[in-house]
């Protein structure tokens, strides 16, 4: 079992910035691969981006490269997402998730946190 307890979300203006923590804790391994996935209303839940939790490479999602910076803290056992120029379309709630490999699919991953929410005010 893996628990994940999300924090970081509030409200900020168009072109702030934000930083999301996600605390890890139980039954992981170097190769468990950690998601951000975001969900807005109305909307399918959507990939943001992903870091392998053992050696750290990091995946992103096209659309938020170079805004967007996922890492991992393993002292804190603590996943991060680091959310630059935001715009009023990043309102969302985000999501941590625990998957025993690499993959950009909601189904695949066996571990969800309760969520944080981002509103961005234009």
């Known amino acids: 079992q893996v628990q994940l307890v999300e924090s970081g979300g509030g409200l900020v203006q168009a072109g702030g910035s934000l930083r999301l923590s996600c605390v890890v804790s139980?039954?992981?391994?170097?190769?468990?691969?950690m998601g951000w996935f975001r969900q807005a209303p109305g909307k399918e839940r959507e990939y943001v981006a992903g870091i392998r939790w053992g050696v750290g490479n990091t995946f992103y999602a096209d659309s938020m490269k170079g805004r967007f910076t996922i890492s991992r803290d393993l002292s804190k056992n603590t996943v991060y997402l680091q959310m630059n120029s935001l715009k009023p379309e990043d309102t969302a709630d985000y999501y941590c998730?625990?998957?025993?490999?690499?993959?950009?699919?909601?189904?695949?991953?066996?571990?969800w946190g309760q969520g944080t929410q981002v509103t961005v005010s234009s």
């Open positions: 139980g039954r992981t391994f170097s190769s468990s691969f």
């Open positions: 998730a625990c998957s025993r490999y690499h993959s950009r699919s909601p189904p695949e991953f066996d571990y």
